[in-house]
């Protein structure tokens, strides 16, 4: 049987569909449900560089406010890309 004719696309637009488009930044989608007791996740945090503090989930309040916020990343890469493309709205270019 032969592949589809988008076979080679279809892992692009997966990936597409994970993402969010901030101001010309694409950044991954972020954590959307409450993570397993003692995972470790990253914030986007525009107040540190590089854009990102770690935390371990427990299910406190400040978990929940993070997640109800949209800042919760599973990698530190994730939550610093969102930090810049926030940034990017009142950065001052030198």
Not at 41 to 66: A, E, H
């Amino acid at each position: 049987m032969p592949a589809h004719i988008h076979a080679e696309l279809m892992p692009q637009y997966a990936e597409d569909a994970l993402t969010i488009n901030i101001n010309g930044f694409e950044v991954p989608e972020p954590v959307r449900e409450p993570l397993l007791k003692e995972t470790y996740y990253c914030v986007t945090n525009i107040l540190v560089i590089p854009g990102s503090t770690q935390y371990k989930w427990s299910g406190d309040s400040m978990d929940y406010r993070f997640l109800e916020q949209g800042l919760i990343h599973l990698t530190q890469e994730d939550a610093e890309l969102h930090a810049k493309a926030l940034l990017s709205f009142t950065k001052i270019d030198k």
